[in-house]
C-alpha cells in the first residue's frame, strides 16, 4: 500500500511562496497508472484540487490557482512537490497530497496525513 | 461556495438509515462518476464509495450510493456511532478539467 508524506513550512508570511514536499514509499512515482496531486482543505472553501501532475511531467492545474502554482516530480527520489506562490491569508489551509486513480476520475485512494500551513506575518 | 451542492448536517439514530444527496451540473455529476468520502476530525478524506456505487475492500455493506442525472445520493443503514464523521461527495468536472467537492455534510448519531 503506497503512504504519502507531506512535509514543509507551518507558517509562511504574505506574499512569499510556499514550497511543499509529497514523499512516496511502498510504490514507485514512476507507476503510469497513477498522477500524483494536491489538495487543500480550509473551513472557508472547503476541499479544493489545486493541481496534479504526471511522472512523464504532464500537468493539470486549477484554473483558479494556475497563476500561483507549479507541481513538480523528482523520479530519481520519488516525491513530487508544490509551489504556490503570491499567498494571501486565504492560502491558509490543510494541504494534502494524493494519488488519484488516473487522469479523469475524482477517485482518491491514497492521501497524506496533510499538513497545516498559516499565511501570516 | 462548492461546487457541488450538499446539505450541511444529517443526523440519524442508532439503527436508522440516513441518506445524504449531492448535486451538480451536466459537466460534473451529469458526465462523470461520483465517489464518496469519509472524514473523521484532525484526518485525511478516506474513499467509501468510487465510481457511483463501488465500495472498496474494508468498507461495510451498510454504506451504498446511487447517482442518477445530475444527483447522487449516500446511503448509510444500520447507523452506528462510529459513522459520526463528516461526508463528502466528488466528481470530475470537464469545464474545470479537475475534480470538484461538495461542501461535506456532518453526520450526527444521535
Known amino acids: 500500500q503506497v503512504q504519502l508524506q507531506e512535509s514543509g513550512p507551518g507558517l509562511v508570511k504574505p506574499a512569499e511562496t510556499l514550497s511543499l514536499n509529497c514523499t512516496v514509499s511502498?510504490?514507485?512515482?514512476?507507476?503510469?497508472?497513477?498522477?500524483w496531486g494536491w489538495i487543500r482543505q480550509s473551513p472557508q472553501k472547503g476541499l479544493e484540487w489545486i493541481g496534479s501532475i504526471h511522472f512523464s511531467g504532464t500537468t493539470y492545474y486549477n484554473p483558479s490557482l494556475k497563476s500561483r502554482v507549479t507541481v513538480s516530480v523528482d523520479t530519481d527520489e520519488n516525491f513530487f512537490s508544490l509551489n504556490l506562490g503570491s499567498l494571501t491569508a486565504a492560502d491558509t489551509a490543510v494541504y494534502y497530497c494524493?494519488?488519484?486513480?488516473?487522469?479523469?476520475?475524482?477517485?482518491?485512494?491514497?492521501w497524506g496525513q496533510g499538513i497545516m500551513v498559516t499565511v501570516s506575518s | 461556495h462548492s461546487v457541488l451542492a450538499q446539505p450541511p448536517s444529517a443526523s440519524g439514530v442508532p439503527g436508522q438509515r440516513v441518506t445524504i444527496s449531492c448535486s451538480g451540473n451536466?459537466?460534473?455529476?451529469?458526465?462523470?462518476?461520483v465517489d464518496w468520502y469519509q472524514q473523521f476530525p484532525g484526518t485525511a478524506p478516506k474513499v467509501l464509495i468510487y465510481?457511483?456505487?463501488q465500495r472498496p475492500s474494508g468498507v461495510p455493506d451498510r454504506f451504498s450510493a446511487s447517482k442518477s442525472g445530475t444527483s447522487a445520493s449516500l446511503a448509510i443503514s444500520g447507523l452506528q456511532s462510529e459513522d459520526e464523521a463528516d461526508y463528502y461527495c466528488a466528481a470530475w468536472d470537464d469545464s474545470l478539467d479537475g475534480p470538484v467537492f461538495g461542501g461535506g455534510t456532518k453526520l450526527t448519531v444521535l
Open positions: 465510481g457511483n456505487h
Open positions: 494524493a494519488r488519484p486513480r488516473r487522469y479523469g476520475t475524482s477517485w482518491i485512494d491514497s
Open positions: 451536466n459537466s460534473n455529476i451529469g458526465s462523470n462518476t
Open positions: 511502498g510504490g514507485s512515482i514512476r507507476s503510469s497508472s497513477y498522477f
